[in-house]
Every structure is written in structure tokens, then in C-alpha cells.
């Protein structure tokens, strides 16, 4: 039997390597708490390897989403200083598996917030909101997971970037989303599609993330993928843009 901290060393050593696995399950009979325990533990021999926790990716809050992958449940995982992107920067293909991005909503957190909270809660407790993206690659061959598996792998979350902060004193529960490649419209979405508005991803994260004491000041958080997620291909540029609140963009080098 390949124990928890087993599991995680593997996913660790995919994400490390950008060398696909094949899916847990197919082998061990994981559930979800196991599933976070090799999350957990996965992550904390990138904390060891020098890596900050700055915050959390929720996913699959879109039926977008959940379309696209199979699974119809709320995941979360954790976002370090080594997986964020500069802004207008560009990402190293051959870092990733087979990367996809996806437009994002992000939250800067300026007080705690964990457990049952309301959206009124959740929203005071956030310094700003920006248009985001997201890079998943799932570890597993062909982007296939059941449930457990993808919470496994960080909830797919491999990178992200993040354009500039705006008030979030400001109506963002249905704001226009283009992504476009290379100039050309991908994608075409609205925030409300986030759990019929981006705010109840946050309340989601407070109380999924309870358990590690909650959400912190500082901290960043995704909401989850408007739309579908996009695969990226060499030489793109990625441009997301949020009615409102701008673009932000990234190109993909070698
Ligand atoms: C799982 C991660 C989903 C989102 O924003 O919904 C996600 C996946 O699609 O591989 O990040
Ligand atoms: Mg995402």
C-alpha cells in the first residue's frame, strides 16, 4: 500500500519534473480528506524547499468548469510565492505538462476570515479585487482525475497572475470577461458565473480552509474559472480582460 506521505512525494516529484503520473485512484481507493492530506503534505515539502504560502485557489465554482472536467465539487488548494507570475511577464513552457489558463477573479485580503461567514462578512474582510488568470496543469496524463486525484495535485494549480487591484466597493457580481490569444476572442464569460457571484467563493474559502486557520491578511485568493480552461501553446499571448477592472496578460516562452 503506497502511503499518504508516498502519494504526496509523487506529485510533488510530476509538479517538480513536469512529468505526467497516472491517476491515484486507478490504484488506491483515496477519499477526499485522504485526498487533502496528500495536498498538505505535497505542499509542505515545497515550504521546505524554501516556498511562502500567500493564499488559496478555489475551483470548479463555475458549471463551466465543472463541465470540462467531470467533477461537480467546490476544490481549493494553495497558491505559493513561487507560482506567481509577473504581470505582462511570460511563463516557461517546458516548467508545466500541458497548461491551460483560465480568467480568474482575484480577492487581496486585508483581515481574517475563516469558518461560517456571510458574503457581507466575507466582503468587508477584502482589501481589493483584480482580474486574474490562472495556469493549471493537472499531473495527470491527458488532464484526467476523478475527485481525489485532483485534490491530490493542488487542485490542478500550477501558476497565476495578477493585474492591477481595484476598490472592491464596486458591483462585481456580473462583469464581462474576454480572453483573447493573440488578439483573437477565446472565451467569452461574465464573473456572475462564479457561483452566481465571486463573493461566494470567498465565503466558500473561509470555511473550506478553517481547518488551517482561515484566510489571512495579505493573502490572495482565486475565485475559480469563469469559462473553460484554454491550452496554451508556445509563442501565445494570453490577454484576460474584466469589464471594469482591465487586463492582465502573459506570454508563453520556451
Ligand atoms: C481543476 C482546477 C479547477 C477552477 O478555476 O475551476 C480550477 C482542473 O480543472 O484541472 O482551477
Ligand atoms: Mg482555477
Given at each position: ?12 516529484e510530476a ?8 491517476q491515484?485512484t ?8 485522504e ?17 511562502r ?5 478555489m475551483?470548479?465554482?463555475?458549471r463551466a ?5 467531470g467533477?461537480?465539487?467546490v ?6 510565492d513561487?507560482?506567481?507570475?509577473e504581470?505582462?511577464g ?14 480568474e477573479?482575484?480577492?487581496?485580503m486585508?483581515r481574517?476570515l475563516s469558518?461560517?461567514v ?9 482589501e ?5 488568470m ?8 491527458d ?8 485534490i491530490?495535485?493542488n487542485?490542478s494549480?500550477?501558476g ?15 462583469l464581462?470577461?474576454?480572453?483573447e ?33 482561515g ?20 509563442g ?19
Amino acid at each position: 500500500m503506497t502511503s499518504l506521505a508516498e502519494f504526496a512525494q509523487i506529485v510533488d516529484e510530476a509538479a517538480r519534473t513536469a512529468a505526467a503520473i497516472p491517476q491515484f485512484t486507478e490504484s488506491a481507493p483515496l477519499d477526499v480528506e485522504e485526498a487533502y492530506a496528500i495536498q498538505a503534505l505535497s505542499m509542505e515539502r515545497r515550504f521546505a524547499r524554501g516556498e511562502r504560502l500567500i493564499g488559496v485557489k478555489m475551483g470548479l465554482t463555475s458549471r463551466a468548469k465543472m463541465i470540462q472536467v467531470g467533477v461537480d465539487e467546490v476544490i481549493w488548494g494553495r497558491l505559493t510565492d513561487a507560482m506567481r507570475l509577473e504581470e505582462g511577464g511570460s511563463l516557461s513552457k517546458a516548467r508545466y505538462v500541458h497548461p491551460r489558463i483560465e480568467p480568474e477573479l482575484a480577492f487581496l485580503m486585508k483581515r481574517d476570515l475563516s469558518g461560517v461567514v456571510t458574503a457581507a462578512e466575507a466582503l468587508s474582510a477584502v482589501e481589493a479585487i483584480a482580474p486574474a488568470m490562472e495556469i493549471i496543469d493537472s499531473r495527470y496524463r491527458d488532464f484526467k482525475f476523478a475527485l481525489p486525484d485532483v485534490i491530490a495535485d493542488n487542485s490542478s494549480s500550477s501558476g497565476f497572475v495578477v493585474g492591477n487591484w481595484a476598490r472592491p466597493d464596486q458591483d462585481f457580481s456580473n462583469l464581462g470577461i474576454v480572453v483573447e490569444v493573440d488578439g483573437r476572442p477565446v472565451q467569452i464569460g461574465s464573473t456572475a458565473a462564479i457561483l452566481g457571484h465571486p463573493i461566494r467563493s470567498l465565503v466558500a474559502a473561509a470555511r473550506a480552509t478553517a481547518g488551517i486557520g482561515g484566510l489571512k491578511p495579505g493573502w490572495i485568493v482565486l475565485a475559480g474559472g469563469a469559462t473553460a480552461a484554454h491550452p496554451l501553446k508556445l509563442g501565445q499571448n494570453v490577454r484576460t480582460t474584466i469589464q471594469n477592472l482591465g487586463p492582465v496578460s502573459i506570454s508563453v516562452a520556451e
